[in-house]
């Protein structure tokens, strides 16, 4: 059987790789994730010392936090409740996750060196099917990355991800068209930001910065794909199996993605902007400019 079986979409490449740091044998695969594949690497597993395995658990999980996460550059742990002792091994546990990451990314895209920015690195000990959400919340529906209160203005985001299950439970995704046929399908049919409109969101603190046209366009796809139940039955997709011990890397503002179901994750994000990329007009900002015609950082 193989080891990422029911990805009859081909968006998913395969590589045997157990060693996180510079002994790995896959390099500079660029092409392959700017492409918009998710490379998984189902014998690259996050070891676990025994004494973290106490962190499998939901209850270290604030539940008013969305995940338990450390953020960088402070290097804070957020979102989790425990004794002090307790969450520094936690936090420990995080940063070496965020460090072998980091570690795997630039032996994988040697290209991305001095360029890329680590954001967030988030355990998610919490059961994804047992959480009720808005519908625009709801990662169980196929999308891309886009974030209201966050405008990217075309920094791209790369996501490294590892199962830590336990139980032998998968991490269980679908994914879908590639993004360009994504973007076609909503493209004519939405409009331009309402003028001033970025500059209000960016001066009362509903954005972080200016959200720019790139940034609408993203949120829009988000929010359509999300709301049409027709697209989410019916559109090209296929279901992947993340098993307990599998690494996987992509592009999520690229790769159409649905979380359906698992527990226990790790997950590191990282920045880069767009010109630094190996081929530049393979992002999302490039395709959606070639379909707009124009620029869209304005
Ligand atoms: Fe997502």
Redesign the pocket.
């Known amino acids: 059987m193989p080891d990422i079986p029911l990805d009859t979409l081909d968006v998913v490449r395969s590589y045997d790789d157990r060693s996180w740091g510079d002994h790995g044998p896959t390099r500079a695969v660029e092409a392959v994730v700017e492409a918009g594949k998710v490379l998984a690497f189902p014998h690259l597993a996050f070891a676990l010392a025994e004494p973290e395995r106490r962190f499998l658990d939901p209850r270290w999980a604030d539940v008013k936090a969305k995940n338990v996460s450390v953020r960088w550059p402070s290097g804070k742990l957020r979102g989790a409740v425990g004794a002090p002792d307790d969450l520094q091994a936690l936090r420990a546990m995080i940063v070496r996750f965020a460090e072998q990451s980091e570690a795997l990314a630039l032996r994988l895209f040697p290209h991305y060196r001095g360029h890329l920015r680590r954001g967030n690195t988030s355990f998610r000990p919490t059961d994804v099917a047992g959480r009720v959400r808005s519908w625009r919340q709801d990662?169980t529906r196929l999308?891309?990355?886009a974030f209201p209160s966050n405008p990217m203005r075309g920094t791209r985001l790369l996501r490294v991800f590892s199962n830590v299950n336990p139980n032998g439970e998968p991490r269980r995704w679908r994914v879908g068209e590639p993004f360009e046929a994504h973007a076609r399908r909503y493209f004519a049919a939405i409009g331009r930001p309402l003028p001033l409109s970025a500059w209000l969101m960016a001066a009362t603190g509903i954005t972080k910065r200016r959200r720019s046209e790139y940034d609408h366009l993203m949120l829009q796809l988000h929010d359509r794909a999300k709301a049409d139940a027709e697209f989410q039955r019916t559109s090209p997709q296929a279901r992947v199996d993340f098993a307990p011990g599998t690494t996987w890397v992509c592009y999520?503002d690229q790769v159409l993605?649905?979380?359906m179901g698992g527990q226990h994750m790790l997950e590191q994000t990282f920045q880069i902007d767009a010109p630094h990329l190996a081929d530049p007009a393979s992002a999302p900002l490039a395709i959606l400019e070639r379909l707009a015609g124009r620029p869209l950082l304005s």
């Open positions: 990662d999308h891309v990355d999520s993605h649905a979380a």
